[in-house]
């Protein structure tokens, strides 16, 4: 893709870098979990209100919360490297 850079930091993580003027100045961050369902309680329990799982595809399930900032964390669930 034309607007992304990306690098490999360590066995299982990537740092990505998008140019999106839209977002000039707010941050993603996507983290891959091991249980999408026990991580979302976490949140809830701590105040927090993740969005809606979303089923993206090959079993991949995504809920985002948003902070008062604008930045957007995702939690990704059913991740793996090889597909």
């Known amino acids: 893709m034309p607007t992304l850079a990306e690098w490999r930091v360590t066995d299982t993580g990537w740092v990505q870098v998008h140019v999106d003027a839209d977002r000039a100045g707010r941050a993603l961050l ?3 979990v091991d249980d999408l369902a026990v ?12 969005g809606e799982v979303q089923t993206a595809s090959k079993g991949v399930q995504l809920a985002s919360v948003t902070d008062p900032d604008d930045n957007v964390v ?3 669930g059913g991740f793996r490297v090889v597909y």
Do not use: E, Y
């Open 30 to 32: 996507n983290l891959a």
């Open 74 to 76: 995702t939690l990704i």
């Open 39 to 50: 991580h979302l309680d976490q949140l809830r329990s701590r105040g927090l209100s993740p």
